[in-house]
């Protein structure tokens, strides 16, 4: 009886066959390039005499030096600040948005709500390339329709493209191609309060105000936190929306971002185990910050939950 109810080999490893291919591709094109990236960091080249010749230039271990170098790099240093900045301005500015426009998209009589929600997604649909592009346009004072509009009315016309308001700039684009995504994660899980304690609520007498502040943002409150965790690590990892730009002003140099300098490092000084460590660097350092917001909020949430 016992062998008669054992299932056959076939049935058993079925599972593990639909796992192989994606397991493949894990392994082919996320597992092996990391590997690879932490031995390029490991090595660097030892060029002899003048490095003409066969066997002048030879790959030999580096220890931790190139992360040492990494750490002290002061162009590395300076663009994570930058970094910082950008992301002061984007994050809460763009979360704020989506959650306003998911509370007003969710309301009891909105007009035209479905164009209204692809109009505030269709941004997102947008390559980053191409939004970058069309801002850099737009900011540009001899082919803008805004500073045309301005001149005509008199009134000042600030350069976007430079200093400060470069921040301001950039982080603009962000925002517009980025408050959509969010919006609909948060929309979705407005969507999901049950209707039953949002009528308790109504027959209490509280306002649409009070029911949004009391209510819904602290039932959505777990799609804020993934929002907001998807939000950094975008922000740590920007690189389109500044070498887009590159080319039409002089204050964004090669070194703007982190990932900017990795560029320039690994393609045009053609030093790939200096990059290969600032890559892995910038890795680890977006890990720990997702994973420590990840843990905050999951241990505030275990502490309301036992309040």
Request: charged share 15%; net charge neutral.
């Amino acid at each position: 009886m016992t062998s008669a109810r054992r299932k056959p080999y076939g049935v058993k490893g079925a599972p593990y066959g639909f796992l192989l291919p994606a397991t493949i591709l894990f392994v082919l094109f996320f597992a092996l390039p990391i590997g690879y990236a932490i031995w390029l960091s490991l090595h660097k080249v030892q060029v002899k005499g003048l490095g003409l010749g066969a066997g002048a230039r030879a790959e030999v271990w580096a220890g931790l030096g190139n992360y040492t170098d990494a750490l002290t790099d002061s162009e590395l240093v300076d663009g994570a600040l930058r970094v910082a900045g950008y992301g002061a301005i984007v994050v809460p500015v763009m979360l704020g948005l989506a959650l306003l426009f998911a509370l007003m998209l969710d309301a009891e009589k909105v007009r035209l709500a479905p164009f209204t929600r692809l109009a505030i997604f269709l941004p997102y649909a947008i390559p980053g390339v191409v939004a970058a592009l069309l801002w850099g346009f737009l900011y540009l004072p001899d082919v803008s329709p805004f500073y045309f509009v301005l001149d005509r009315l008199g009134l000042p016309q600030p350069d976007l493209l430079d200093g400060g308001p470069l921040y301001i700039a950039l982080s603009n684009i962000a925002v517009w191609g980025g408050t959509g995504f969010n919006m609909i994660v948060i929309y979705t899980s407005l969507q999901a309060i049950p209707a039953v304690v949002l009528e308790a609520a109504k027959l209490d007498g509280a306002t649409p105000l009070q029911t949004a502040l009391r209510i819904k943002i602290p039932m959505v409150a777990p799609s804020l936190v993934l929002t907001f965790f998807f939000s950094i690590i975008a922000t740590l990892q920007v690189f389109s929306e500044p070498t887009t730009l590159k080319p039409l002003t002089n204050s964004v140099s090669t070194t703007w971002s982190p990932l900017m300098k990795v560029y320039r490092d690994a393609f045009n000084t053609g030093d790939i185990y200096a990059a290969a460590a600032e890559a892995v660097i910038i890795a680890v350092v977006t890990l720990v910050l997702s994973f420590g917001f990840l843990r905050a909020a999951n241990s505030r949430t275990k502490q309301e939950e036992a309040r």
